[in-house]
């Protein structure tokens, strides 16, 4: 089965509007992390956050927030105010404590239109 | 964090001939990942790569395709051999920062075309 789950396979917005990328897991450990990777053309993987599951706090960096909700696994992330280099494909990952394993999701490319 | 340099960056190579992949980490580090994202698709781990010991291979490879070597606790080599079109995908090192800080970071990947 599959741990992490992006529904959405490709985004296209205009700039300056907002877009929220969907991230569904799966885990049955207590403790886990979940993760958000950005890799632009470039190709490049790019750390963006990290989470612990007991912390629930939604975090926002600049134009960036996260809403993580664990009555729902849900990891949403969004991008306020998008811009074209925020062109790029989204990564959700999800790392259990048992295990060294990181289970990414199929990773969502957006497009920001200018 | 960790710096990672990985190269080559890209390469063309023939069907059957062998390609090394190498991994230098700034810092030392227990544990470096070999991921293959092949063309629009997620990353799937390929092996574990321990300093001192045979690396742990996934379901589905094997170390004769992808033999892996870790001499030390800052560098890695993967090697993609007897290479077909089926290859062609981009290869990326990683590391674990942890494991009290547990994030995953990325060299800048190998792209690999095999004709």
């Known amino acids: 089965a599959q741990k992490v789950t992006q529904a959405q396979t490709e985004i296209s917005v205009v700039e300056k509007e907002d877009v929220t990328l969907d991230c569904v897991y799966e885990t049955r450990d207590t403790t886990y992390y979940l993760f958000w990777y950005k890799q632009p053309p470039s190709g490049e993987l790019v750390f963006l956050i990290r989470r612990n599951s007991f912390d629930e706090q939604n975090e926002i960096s600049g134009r960036y927030s996260w809403n993580f909700q664990k009555s729902t696994s849900s990891f949403n992330f969004t991008i306020t105010a998008s811009q074209v280099v925020d062109s790029a494909v989204y990564f959700c990952a999800l790392k259990e404590r048992t295990g060294n394993q990181f289970y990414f999701g199929t990773g969502t490319s957006l497009t920001v239109i200018p | 964090s960790a710096v990672i340099s990985q190269k080559p960056s890209r390469d063309i190579c023939q069907r059957g001939t062998s390609l090394t992949i190498q991994c230098q980490v700034d810092s030392q580090v227990t544990m470096m990942f070999w991921y293959r994202q092949q063309p629009g698709q997620s990353l799937t781990l390929i092996a574990t790569a321990n300093q001192g010991s045979e690396a742990t291979y996934e379901s589905g490879f094997v170390i004769d395709k992808f033999p892996i070597s870790r001499p030390n606790l800052t560098f890695s080599t993967l090697t993609v051999s007897n290479m077909s079109p089926e290859d062609s995908s981009i290869y990326l090192c990683?590391?674990?920062?942890?494991?009290?800080?547990?994030?995953?970071?990325f060299g800048s990947g190998t792209q690999l075309s095999v004709l």
């Open positions: 990683s590391v674990e920062v942890g494991p009290s800080d547990e994030k995953l970071f």
